[in-house]
């Protein structure tokens, strides 16, 4: 078993950042991969970003490209997502999620690969 706990949401402005952190515990943590999807109300929860078990490879969504970067600390078996120019469109619930299992074309984007899953950060941002 993995646990995610996400962290960091909040309300900010349009324009403004912020940090949002995936903590986990369990088994070890390079040995998966973590990507943050998000879930607007009456939407499917969609694909943000994600990095691999090593941190070299990270997967951006197009809209996000350029705005937001992921990371990782293996020592503090934590994930990273800076937020840079937030959006209102940007608004939703945060989660993170985990696979050992990455593997296929875009695998990154496919939540039926992602055994664990956080409770969710919200994010809000006023424009």
């Known amino acids: 078993q993995v646990q995610l706990v996400e962290s960091g949401g909040g309300l900010v402005q349009a324009g403004d950042s912020l940090r949002l952190s995936c903590a986990a515990s369990?088994?070890?943590?390079?040995?998966?991969?973590i990507a943050w999807f998000r879930q607007a109300p009456g939407k499917e929860r969609e694909f943000v970003a994600a990095i691999s078990g090593s941190g070299l490879a990270k997967y951006y969504a197009d809209s996000v490209k350029g705005r937001f970067t992921i990371s990782r600390d293996n020592a503090k078996n934590t994930v990273y997502l800076q937020m840079s120019s937030l959006r209102s469109e940007d608004t939703t619930v945060y989660y993170c999620?985990?696979?050992?299992?990455?593997?296929?074309?875009?695998?990154?984007?496919?939540?039926?690969?992602?055994?664990?899953w956080g409770q969710g950060t919200q994010v809000a941002v006023s424009s």
């Open positions: 369990g088994h070890t943590f390079s040995n998966y991969a």
């Open positions: 999620a985990a696979t050992d299992r990455p593997s296929g074309s875009n695998w990154y984007r496919n939540r039926m690969l992602y055994d664990y």
